[in-house]
């Protein structure tokens, strides 16, 4: 399998000095499973995440639907998490014709979580990416 199907499949795994992102389409079984994805990583979606998910839930669908009151929130928060999210908006152009065109934004957690599914539906919002700090990781 190529890099680039993978990262269209939105199953990607990339880090930088101090970050780590991976993309939202992952199930958590199969982020358990990806010998890829760092030890840390997995052993906090075992132990914090999946006792409020299912094996079968994507990350991206935990993350539209989690509670702004959750446990999990304050996790993400101690992480230093930021979800890449993207957002449908109508654009004129000079004309004056409305078009509409997805454009990218990163958030926190507690901004996504502030923003109900039915806000979400209403925006177009399709998340892609979270991104979680390294060093915030490893003291976990």
Do not use: W
Request: glycine share 4%; with cysteine.
């Amino acid at each position: 399998m190529s890099d680039r199907i993978i990262y269209e499949d939105g199953k990607y795994v990339m880090q930088d000095v101090g970050t780590l992102y991976v993309g939202t389409k992952y199930l958590f079984g199969e982020i358990l499973e990806n010998e890829e994805i760092p030890f840390k990583f997995r052993l906090l979606c075992e132990r914090y995440l999946l006792p409020e998910a299912d094996r079968e839930d994507s990350l991206e669908t935990h993350l539209y639907y989690l509670d702004s009151k959750s446990f999990l929130v304050k996790i993400f928060k101690q992480l230093r998490a930021k979800v890449k999210i993207n957002v449908l908006v109508e654009k004129k152009d000079r004309q004056g014709r409305v078009s509409k065109e997805y454009v990218t934004k990163n958030l926190t957690v507690e901004e996504l979580t502030k923003l109900s599914p039915q806000e979400k539906e209403a925006q177009g919002v399709v998340i892609q990416e979270l991104a979680v700090s390294k060093f915030a990781l490893m003291a976990f």
